[in-house]
């Protein structure tokens, strides 16, 4: 599991929106990512919506509107599971790539959450379900209110 290591970050969303973008795929993952998204940015003081996508594919144009509408930060949850095609590296490469871009292109964080499976029990264990050895919800809120921070320390 690749949870060792992982930073432990300070984070203080106070003033903060956040909107979460969420991929409708995989409920008992993606559930379990939004609430541990939610959690975290309840616990950083962050004012935080949900926008319900229909897939990973989509986060990216989506997340791109919030951000333009205001938003500090964004927090993109999704859930892609390998198959027997090559649609999964294609909606892969296409969700991490567009999210790349619409943080790039408009200078605000986008917290990365969407996981790309081998199998579905990888995703149980990592979604922050009881059980689950890593909550992959939370660490995205964190990366992306940490980064929110870090930019405004580097523009003041």
Known sequence: MSGTGSPTLDVDGTGLEVVIVAGSWHDEITDGLIAGATTTLDEAGASHTLVRVPGSFELPVVAKAALEAGADAVVALGVIIRG?????????????????????????????????????????????????????????????????????????
């Open 84 to 156: 027997g095609t090559p649609h999964f590296e294609y909606v892969s490469s296409a969700a991490t790539d567009g999210l790349t871009r619409v943080a790039l292109d408009t200078g605000k964080p986008v917290g990365f959450g969407v996981l790309t499976l081998d199998d579905e029990q990888q995703g149980l264990d990592r979604a922050g379900l009881p059980g689950s050895k890593e909550d992959k919800g939370r660490e995205a809120a964190e990366a992306a209110v940490a980064t929110v921070r870090a930019l405004r320390a580097l523009r003041a």
